[in-house]
């Protein structure tokens, strides 16, 4: 199962958690979460703060990136800009891009030919859909053959990061080719039911709000009990 954990922007605690032995890393582009990589203001212009400078220290400069090649790096934006988009997957060497808003099928379309192969060769699209009933895996329908991935997330009136969970009985009614990560307020209280939960495209779990000791920052060792348990 890939365990992909979002919502990180510290260094240190970025190479805390991938050494639990997690897949992917994700990191939020959205200036309205609380867990955004910020840009600041000063004299110089628009510069990184602390948090984007240490980010991008965890990654890697240049070609000497200090992340192991096995942990997959992944962005997450809301119906930003492409060139924003672009521009991150360069700095931050992206391996996916979650698209967590209601980016279209022809802007997906336009963003993977932007990027692959002249920016980054063989780069992923996952698309959330914020799931309230059953009805809302219908918007997944053209998506197939377009994105890698979807991810499915609690609807609510922020984009993610609410931290509660959904009926995931309402997944049973998917039978679309394009395999899924499940999200949405996944925490230690959920163990029963992901040992229980079964589909043929669920590939993975998404893991944030419920694990962290502040917005961006993870109990590394609440993480280490749930996979333990988990696994």
């Known amino acids: 199962m890939i365990v992909k954990v979002c919502g990180m922007r510290d260094a240190d ?10 897949d992917m890393v994700g ?9 955004y990589v910020r840009m ?14 240490r980010l991008r220290e965890s990654v890697g400069k240049n070609d000497e990136p200090t992340l192991s090649d096995n942990v997959k790096r992944v962005g997450v934006f809301v119906d930003d800009m492409p060139q924003n988009i672009v521009t991150r997957v360069y700095n931050y060497k992206l391996d996916y891009v979650q698209l967590h808003g209601d980016e279209s099928v022809i802007a997906c379309e336009n963003l993977r030919r932007t990027i ?65 990560l499940l999200s949405g307020g996944i925490g ?21 709000s419920q694990f962290e000791v502040e917005p961006g920052v993870k109990d590394v060792e609440k993480l280490k009990a749930f996979l333990a348990e988990l696994n």
């Open 188 to 208: 230690p209280d959920c163990l029963p039911q992901l040992k229980t939960f079964s589909h043929p495209q669920c590939v993975g779990i998404d893991l944030n």
């Open 116 to 180: 692959d192969p002249d920016i980054q060769p063989g780069i992923q699209i996952i698309k959330t859909i914020s799931m309230s009933s059953a009805d809302d895996l219908k918007k997944c329908e053209d998506y197939h053959g377009v994105v890698d991935l979807f991810l499915f997330d609690t609807a609510c009136e922020s984009k993610g990061g609410s931290g509660k969970t959904f009926d995931w009985d309402m997944l049973q009614s998917y039978q679309g080719p394009t395999p899924f």
């Open 27 to 35: 990191f939020i582009f959205y200036p309205e979460s609380s867990r």
């Open 13 to 22: 605690n970025i190479r805390a958690v991938c050494e639990l032995g997690i």
């Open 40 to 53: 600041i203001s000063s004299s110089a212009g628009i510069i990184p703060d602390y948090s984007e400078e």
